[in-house]
């Protein structure tokens, strides 16, 4: 069980949109629409953004955006505003009860 | 709102036991969710280490399997993680998460534990 693959950072402007790509195979990502995306500040828990792909918890804005293609599933920010710094992970279902993380994105917004 | 939070020593001598609890109120244990240990190195990314379910079913990290056992007590409302055989790998940020169906959520605010003699 090998960890998902992001990117180790991306960056953008406020206003414009940048997307983090997650990497798995055909036993984790390819397999099931169980993808989950987490934000994470410095020093606080992770907070979920996105569930089974492409779903908002309720509260989470709608300039976050989930989607998958084959074994990669990517998480898209849009109008990116200052708060939206921060380390993201994704996050999914391996098979056999078990979960698998991504090894972290960092996002930094210039 | 179900809320976590995580209890246990902060310093663990190598080769002995990781032993946290993680107290759950707003919530029963014994409802539909299944009970998460996620930890996190120092400036690294994020871990699942394994879960359980309120009968006490569970699930492994099968890189762990060997070392973990988590534990459940309806009767306190909280659930256990072990990790025997510690080493300084070990040290991380160790959170405890709830999981309904597919996501984590909510998560414990995470306690530190470091491994050194």
């Known amino acids: 069980q090998s960890a998902l693959t992001q990117p180790a950072s991306v960056s953008g402007s406020p206003g414009q949109s940048i997307t983090i790509s997650c990497t798995g195979t055909s036993s984790d990502v390819g397999s099931y629409n169980l993808v989950s995306w987490y934000q994470q500040h410095p020093g606080k828990a992770p907070k979920l953004m996105i569930y089974?792909?492409?779903k908002r918890p309720s509260g989470v804005s709608n300039r976050f955006s989930g989607s998958k293609s084959g074994n990669t599933a990517s998480l898209t920010i849009s109008g990116l505003q200052a708060e939206d710094e921060a380390d993201y992970y994704c996050c999914s279902y391996a098979g056999s009860g078990t979960w698998v993380f991504g090894g972290g994105t960092k996002l930094t917004v210039l | 709102q179900v809320q976590l939070q995580e209890s246990g020593p902060g310093l663990v001598k190598p080769s002995g036991t990781l032993s946290l609890t993680c107290g759950v109120s707003g919530g029963s244990i014994s409802s539909t969710n299944w009970w998460n240990w996620v930890r996190q190195p120092p400036g690294k990314g994020l871990e699942w280490i394994g879960e359980?379910?309120?009968?006490?079913?569970?699930n492994y990290n099968p890189s762990l399997k060997s070392r973990v056992t988590i534990s459940v007590d309806k009767s306190k409302n909280q659930f256990s993680l072990k990790l025997t055989s510690v080493t300084a790998a070990d040290t991380a940020v160790y959170y405890c998460?709830?999981?309904?169906?597919?996501?984590?959520?909510?998560w414990g605010q995470g306690t530190l534990v470091s491994v050194s003699s």
């Open positions: 089974e792909v492409s």
């Open positions: 998460a709830t999981r309904g169906s597919s996501s984590f959520d909510p």
């Open positions: 359980i379910y309120h009968s006490g079913s569970t």
